[in-house]
């Protein structure tokens, strides 16, 4: 697991290189005289760093969300409409429903 963590961070390195690099070129590449076909091949190198970094982040992530359950949706709903029911503010009980859910996903 520890190989995996470092094979990320070294291709995230890698891309963050590769994009330095690609800005510097470009403003070489735009002074030097305007070639076209400088800046498309620069430029699609900082496009492919950008997906192989955009990969790198989506593949290596271990963070996932708990599956939706639509049972516990209902009883959670179920207990807002009991809160509001008996004299509770019903934007006070969302708002408070979302708090606990940003807190609980740790946001």
Same mark, same amino acid.
């Given at each position: 697991?520890?190989?995996?963590?470092?094979?990320?961070? &070294?291709?995230?390195?890698? =891309? !963050?290189?590769?994009? &330095?690099?690609?800005?510097?070129?470009?403003?070489?590449? =735009?002074? $030097? !005289?305007?070639?076209?076909?400088?800046?498309?091949?620069? !430029?699609?190198?900082?496009? $492919?760093?950008?997906?192989?970094?955009?990969? *790198? *982040?989506?593949?290596? =992530?271990?963070?996932?969300?708990?599956?939706?359950?639509?049972? @516990? $949706? /209902?009883?959670?709903?179920?207990?807002? /409409?009991?809160?509001?029911?008996?004299?509770?503010? @019903?934007? @006070?009980?969302? /708002?408070?429903?979302?708090?606990?859910?940003?807190? !609980?996903?740790?946001?």
């Amino acid at each position: 697991m520890k190989e995996a963590g470092r094979a990320a961070r &070294v291709i995230r390195v890698a =891309s !963050g290189v590769v994009f &330095v690099l690609s800005i510097a070129g470009l403003i070489i590449s =735009s002074i $030097a !005289g305007n070639n076209e076909g400088w800046v498309l091949s620069i !430029g699609s190198c900082g496009a $492919a760093a950008a997906v192989v970094l955009i990969v *790198t *982040t989506l593949v290596s =992530s271990s963070r996932r969300l708990p599956p939706f359950s639509d049972a @516990e $949706a /209902e009883v959670v709903e179920g207990r807002i /409409e009991r809160l509001v029911e008996s004299g509770a503010d @019903e934007a @006070e009980v969302r /708002e408070l429903v979302r708090l606990a859910v940003r807190l !609980g996903r740790g946001l």
